[in-house]
């Protein structure tokens, strides 16, 4: 690509006048191919950029940032529309695709072209980003401490074509590259197990998410997101997107809540005794966030004769075409119907 194509592409034609509409945000994660796919694809974000920032070099090739002198990080610049999606919701998904205690790198790419770093645009965002920081900290997740950097946005300087959107059009290349790296590994042994805290989920649920999964409550039926949901596709727990339910599974129940006649993944369902309101149910929980689901009814079809009862507002859908990009590919394969009169 020449270089005036880089330089035209450099500022996307929507950024340039934003008029308020659109903001951004730029992080340094380690590898940038890495660090698009979380964000792409967000109800909110317009667009997801590799690039280099940070450096003192001017219009860096990958080349030069990989040999080290440009001073450049690998980055993703974000631009977003922030009454879609939160600062806050992009620190949140930022700092759960990274080992923030590496001053050394990322997993298997070493050196300071892969630091870690978050590039502030105003003043706000250095607040925001500040005090996710601090929380972090005070969590007690991670053993040593927090060297992920906090500075000012300088000069963003677009990568090569060929950089953009790599794990679609590399995708066997990426996914081998991203399996050997270890930062799978390491993500899902630190944050397996995530529920973050009270304040912290009001900020990131709907009033009607928190008080579904935090506080047992129930949604309307035939007025919910999924109960007539076609679509091919998984459902996973709203809070920490633990798989929980496919669309193979799913059927009409006529109850006007969405219906599976089994779990995805049989060990993140956790069934209580629920008592309330006079009776005696089944309830249904997720294992690692603790999310109240709804309940299971031994009134299903056949062969099981279960019905699993759930709310929508408990549970997030990732269509089959976009699962590979959200890291649930492995379940592709699982969703050949079953026979059943599915919705």
Known sequence: MEKEDIDKRQIPVYSINMN??????TFAGGCFWCMEPPFDGLEGVVDVVAGYTGGHTKDPSYEEVCDGDTGHAEAVQITYEPLKISYERLLDIFWRQIDPTDAG???VDRGAQYRTAIFYHTEKQKTLAEKSKLELEKSGRFSKPVVAEILPATEFY???DYH???YRKEALRYK????HSGRDQYLEQMWQNYKPDPGELRKILSPLQYKVTQENGTE??????????KREGIYVDIVSGEPLFSSRDKFDSGTGWPSFTRPLEPENIVEKKDRSHFMVRTEVRSRHAGSHLGHVFPDGPEPAGLR???NSAAIRFIPREEMEKEGYGAYKDLLIPQGLDRI
Request: proline fraction near 3%; aromatic fraction near 24%; charged fraction near 35%.
């Open 20 to 25: 308020n509409k659109y903001e951004k945000a």
């Open 105 to 107: 790198g990322q997993f």
């Open 158 to 160: 677009m990568a090569e």
């Open 164 to 166: 953009q959107d790599y």
């Open 176 to 179: 081998s590259y991203r399996r």
């Open 220 to 229: 309307r039926p035939f007025d919910n997101e999924y109960w007539d949901n």
């Open 308 to 310: 699993y009862c759930i």
